[in-house]
């Protein structure tokens, strides 16, 4: 069977985009890590398919690289983006996710996914953990751009602390201007990838603790994103927004 397929790229974060509405491609964990494998496929951190949904204006259903899920906060802003170009939705939209549904806007070029409301990441001697979706360990160091995230990054994800789901791992270094410099080693993925919605998210968080607020402009190796929100009196957030581009890179089709 031959199935179209498109390719997005939410700041560098890459997913093969199918439009499932017919429900033809089969949810087979064998079938998405072949295509989304970057020798033998198309090659992906994730794929997502678009399908119908009863209530709301569709369903994300996202898959990593490997074939196991989770929230993708880069993949539902790249979700949106495709719900617009398949003429689902206009400028707003509500949708359902892993995570439950979520809403989002577009405006100039950008997508803006509200995230949901979280408590303050757990803060550690060396490190902050949150979960908003997924899970996200996060490190404050020096010079990001020095740090092995593949070695540091597998070397947490796989510790006993994180047994048995793992975790994602940020890597976030402060700079000027109430900006953040992020760098991911993503589960699912078992590599660094160029941005990663959910972390970002997470980190800036974070970043709060350490004095920073909102907006708090974020960098990472795919591109610029922003993250906004409010902190309650009580130390909590809410309206926050993961704010970037979402770009149509590519289309084909391949056989199942
Ligand atoms: N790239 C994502 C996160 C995808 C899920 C993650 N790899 C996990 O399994 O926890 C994002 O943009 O949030």
Known sequence: MSIPFYKYQG????????????????????????????????????LILIENHDSLDFEMVYFNADGSQSLCGNG?????????????????????????PYEANLKHDLVYLHMRDQQCPEKFDTHYFLNN???????????????????????????????????????????????????????????ETLSCGTGITASALAAADKGLSSPVAIEAKGGKLEVRFEQKADHSFTNIWLIGPAEQVFSGQFDI
């Not at 539902?76 to 439950?100: M, N, P, Q, W, Y």
């Not at 593949?150 to 796989?158: D, L, N, T």
Request: hydrophobic share 35%.
């Open 76 to 100: 539902s802003r790249c979700a949106v983006s495709f719900a617009h170009f398949l003429k689902i939705i206009k400028d707003e939209t509500k949708f359902l996710t892993i995570d439950g």
């Open 133 to 191: 979706g997924s899970p996200h360990h996060i490190e404050f160091v020096n010079q990001a751009e020095k740090q092995d995230v593949y070695q540091q990054g597998a070397a947490v994800r796989y510790s006993d602390v994180y047994q048995p789901n793992g975790t994602n791992v940020n890597f976030v270094e402060i700079k000027e201007n109430n900006t953040i410099y992020v760098r991911t080693y993503e589960r699912g993925v078992e590599d």
């Open 11 to 46: 700041t560098g974060n890459d997913f093969v985009m199918i439009d499932n509405r017919k429900g033809l491609f089969p949810h087979n964990t064998a079938i998405i890590s072949k295509i989304c494998n970057r020798k033998f496929g198309v090659g992906a951190d994730g």
